[in-house]
C-alpha cells in the first residue's frame, strides 16, 4: 500500500452472480487506485468461491438476502462488527436507489448498514445519484465511479489505470488437473470440448431459444468438430431439459452435465474449453471472465450495457438484427428484439469466427 494510502478500499453490490463477476472489473481498478487489495461485500452466497484467486481482490464477504430484515439477519450483524472493526478506508457502493432499506428511508440497504457500522459518509462513494447513460456499460459506468474519491480521501490516490481493467476470473493448476480427471470418469481423452448453456434464469423476461433450434445447433458443431464433445451446462433446476435436450440430439459425444458442475469446477473447464455457446446469462459472464471463447445469444437485454466483455476474437454477439443497425436506445432494443428470431446459421457463424481466430493465434 502507498505511504499516503489509506486501508484496503472496499467495495459492495447486492446483485446476481453475473453482476459480481462484472464487478471484478472495479475491485481490480480500486486496488490499483488505492495501492491495496479490494475488500469485496457482495450477494451471492457464492461469491467468496467465485472470487477466490483473483489478482487485486482480497476478503470477500457475503450480505445474504436483500428482503431479510436487519434484526432477523445474524450475517448482516457479522458484517456489521466486520466493518467496525477495519481502518479508516474509501468504501464504494453500486447500488440502485429502488433498493432502499425501508420506503420511508432516504438511505439504500447498502448505505444504512454502512452508516450502522459507524463509517463516516465522507468515506463514501455511490451510484446513487450517479446517473448511467442509456447506452453505457454497466463495467464502464462502474469504472467510472472508481475514478471518483469521496470527499474525506480527496486528491490521495491516481486516477483509474489506462487502459482499465476487465472483468477477470481465474482457476488454480489443481482444480484443472481435477476437472480434467472428472471428464476421464465420462471416457473423455482429452479431446476438444464446446460447452453448451442452453437455460437462463430470466428466460421467461428475456426469451427462450426454440429447442429444435438447439437440436440444429449440435448437429452443426458435431459437423465442424467431429472428434469433439459438446457439454449441455445447467444447475439441478435445468437438468430436466438439458437431459431431454441430450436425449433428442442421440450422439453418444453430446453429454449432460448439468447439476455436476459445482462453481470452481465449472471455471476449471472454461479454462481449457475449446469454446462456449450460451444465452446471456451467468455462465456466459464466467466464460468472457475466464477467457474461454464465446458466443452468446441476447434477448430482450440490450447487448451495450451489459454483454460479457472481450475482443470479437474471443467474444461474439449474435442478434435477431443479423447486419441491419442496432436501435439506439435499449427501450426500443426490448420492445423490438427478441432471443426467437436469431437464426442457427447466424450462430453456427459466429462460432467460426472464434475458431478461424483461434487457428490464426496457433
Known amino acids: 500500500m502507498s505511504d499516503r494510502g489509506p486501508a484496503s478500499p472496499l467495495l ?77 478506508a474509501p468504501c464504494y457502493v453500486v447500488e440502485r436507489w429502488r433498493h432502499r432499506v425501508a420506503p420511508w ?22 451510484t446513487v445519484g450517479r446517473e448511467r447513460g442509456p447506452l453505457e456499460h454497466a463495467v464502464d459506468y462502474q469504472l467510472r465511479i472508481a475514478g471518483l474519491d469521496p470527499f474525506a480521501l480527496a486528491g490521495i490516490a491516481p486516477p483509474v489505470p489506462d487502459p482499465p481493467p476487465r472483468p477477470r476470473l481465474q482457476a488454480r493448476a489443481d482444480e484443472v488437473a481435477d476437472c480434467r480427471a472428472w471428464l476421464a470418469t465420462l471416457g473423455w481423452r482429452g479431446e476438444p470440448i464446446v460447452l453448451l448453456q442452453t437455460e437462463a434464469r430470466r428466460s421467461r423476461k428475456r426469451g427462450r431459444w426454440p429447442r429444435e433450434r438447439w437440436l440444429a445447433l449440435l448437429q452443426g458443431l458435431r ?83 451489459n454483454r ?31 432471443l426467437e428470431a436469431i437464426p442457427v446459421p447466424a450462430v453456427l457463424a459466429a462460432w467460426r469466427r472464434l475458431d478461424a481466430a483461434k487457428g490464426a493465434a496457433a
Not at 448482516?76 to 477495519?86: E, F, N, Y
Not at 453430446?254 to 455457446?277: K, M, N
Open 12 to 88: 459492495l453490490q447486492h446483485g446476481a452472480l453475473g453482476d459480481t463477476i462484472q464487478l471484478t472489473a472495479m475491485a481490480q481498478a480500486l486496488a490499483l487506485r488505492w495501492g491495496a487489495p479490494c475488500d469485496v461485500v457482495a450477494g451471492p452466497p457464492a461469491a467468496p468461491a467465485l472470487l477466490a484467486g483473483v489478482d487485486l481482490v482480497g476478503e470477500v464477504r457475503v450480505l445474504g438476502s436483500r428482503r431479510r430484515p436487519y434484526l432477523a439477519s445474524p450475517r448482516q450483524w457479522q458484517l456489521v462488527r466486520w466493518l467496525r472493526a477495519r481502518s479508516a
Open 308 to 338: 460479457p466483455l472481450g475482443p470479437p476474437e474471443r467474444v461474439q454477439v449474435v442478434t435477431a438484427y443479423g447486419d441491419h443497425p442496432w436501435p439506439d436506445s435499449p427501450v426500443v432494443w426490448f420492445a423490438e428484439h427478441r
Open 105 to 126: 428511508s432516504s438511505q439504500t440497504r447498502l448505505e444504512w448498514l454502512l452508516a450502522r457500522a459507524g463509517i463516516p459518509a465522507g468515506q463514501v462513494v455511490t
Open 223 to 305: 459437423g465442424e468438430l467431429l472428434h469433439g464433445w459438446i457439454l449441455l451446462m445447467g444447475v439441478p433446476s435445468e437438468r430436466r431439459r438439458t437431459r431431454a435436450l441430450a436425449a433428442a440430439a442421440g450422439d453418444r459425444h453430446v453429454l449432460d452435465v448439468a447439476g455436476e458442475l459445482p462453481l470452481r469446477r465449472l471455471l476449471a473447464l472454461l479454462a481449457f474449453a475449446h469454446s462456449c455457446v450460451s444465452l446471456d446469462t451467468g455462465p456466459a459472464q464466467a466464460a468472457a471472465a475466464v477467457g474461454c471463447p464465446l458466443v452468446v445469444l441476447v434477448g430482450t437485454a440490450d447487448p451495450r450495457r
